[in-house]
Every structure is written in C-alpha cells, then in structure tokens.
C-alpha cells in the first residue's frame, strides 16, 4: 500500500472520520459503521490530502475540469482544483428556481474532458447523477474517483454505464 493511502487511512482513523458501532443511515438501513465524510472534508489536513491524492492520480491525463456534486464533494472538487490547476464545476442536487436556473456552475464546454469526484460512495446513485449531469450538458466524464467507497454496489452500478470507480480507500481498509 503507497504512502499517501496509509497517511489518509490514519487521519481518517485518527479524526473519527470511520466509526464503528449502530447506525441509521439516510437510506434509512442500519450500518455497524458509519463514514462521518462532512467531518473529514472540513478537516484541511484531510481535505489537503484527498485533493492532492486525487490530483496525483489524474496528472497527465486529458482533463479539462474537475466536477463535484454538492455538497460533500465541492470541497474536494475544490481541493483537487487548487492541487492540479484543473477548473472546477459545481454540480447542484437540482436546478434553481432563479437567476441562471443552471444545473452545473462552472464553464462546461461541449467536448471537455470532465473527472467526476465523490465523497464517499454506497450504491453510487448520487454519483451516477452527477455523470449525467456532465453528459447531458456536453461534457465527457473520463474518470470517476471517490475518497470512500463503502463497498455496497457503487463500483459494479457505475461499470453497468460505462463508468470505472477509483477509490482512494474503500471501507475493507479499515478495521472495528
């Protein structure tokens, strides 16, 4: 296992960010672990690293942007931004009922080469989303990666259209 994967498993560790125990989740399923991701993106160590992981792994690729749906991954899309010289997009849960009424805030050209970037994954429906988002406004997404994959079907929904989920790390690396 590299450095940089080790060195975000333990300030994942250390900050609480993965715990262990009974909880709800928004699905409204029970879990015996629980991935506290709001804690770890308002964390700038963590946050630094999540970005500067990202921008290692997609130097040197053809990427015109990095997009992140709100909320939880416009601050990794932000730090992978500041880390790479990438610009970013900021993808809405929903169209606003005012103003511009965009979908995607950033500039989206027709053609460009778009990294979608997650906080943490289950199923990987909100990031599915996210990828349609890109492609029904012009963009190609070429890469998809998340900080977390929780290991509960994201990877194998994703691949069914056509997408390949990079996880920095995914819920195996971490021991109750």
Request: hydrophobic share 40%; glycine share 10%.
């Amino acid at each position: 296992m590299d450095e940089d994967k080790n060195n975000l498993i333990h300030l994942l560790t250390t900050n609480q960010v993965i715990k262990f125990g009974k909880f709800s989740l928004a699905s409204g399923r029970e879990s015996d672990y629980y991935v506290d991701m709001k804690k770890a993106i308002t964390d700038p160590q963590i946050l630094s690293q999540i970005g500067k992981m990202i921008a290692s792994k997609i130097a040197g690729s053809k990427v015109d942007k990095v997009a992140g749906p709100a909320l939880g991954a416009v601050p990794i899309a932000t730090a992978v931004s500041l880390a790479s010289g990438i610009p970013m997009l900021m993808i809405r849960k929903s169209k606003k009922g005012y103003g511009t009424s965009k979908l995607i805030e950033g500039d989206l050209e027709d053609g460009d080469q778009v990294v979608v970037v997650e906080d943490v994954t289950t199923t990987g429906n909100s990031l599915l989303k996210a990828v349609n988002a890109v492609k029904d406004n012009g963009g190609m997404v070429v890469r998809a990666l998340v900080a977390v994959d929780r290991e509960e079907g994201a990877t194998e929904n994703l691949a069914k259209k056509g997408i390949k989920l990079e996880p920095l790390v995914t819920k195996s690396d971490f021991k109750p």
